[in-house]
């Protein structure tokens, strides 16, 4: 495993949980954690989905949104809140904001993507 990974924006994908996301560290040989920037543009609403097995936590970096937890009642994130989403949790964020909402998805054990249940289907 690298000491340092450099941020490298043109890695960007666009997933069908409708955000971009870029891998900053998910790697074979350290299971323990990853860690992912998530980007969802204005006005979009995430994808209600779970992981099985892996805990996540959102940290806002940028914007403002609504985050779903399971049964808890919708609560806005804004830069520097900490979610925290238990393993097997139903979970998604809309973006209230007029700029795109970043935030870190930090997954333990690292994410994979069989662990991923898309609850809209």
Known sequence: MKTIRWFNPSTEFYTDERCYIIELSNEQDAPACSIARARVQPGVITQRHS?????????ILEGAGI???????????????????????????SNTGKTDLVFLSVCTPRFIPDAYVNLET
Request: proline share 8%; net charge negative; aromatic share 2%.
């Open 51 to 59: 992981l099985r097995g892996i805990a996540e936590r959102y940290v």
């Open 67 to 93: 985050v779903e937890i399971g049964d808890e009642s919708p609560t806005e994130g804004t830069p520097l809140d900490v979610v925290h989403i238990a393993p097997g949790t139903s979970q998604r964020i």
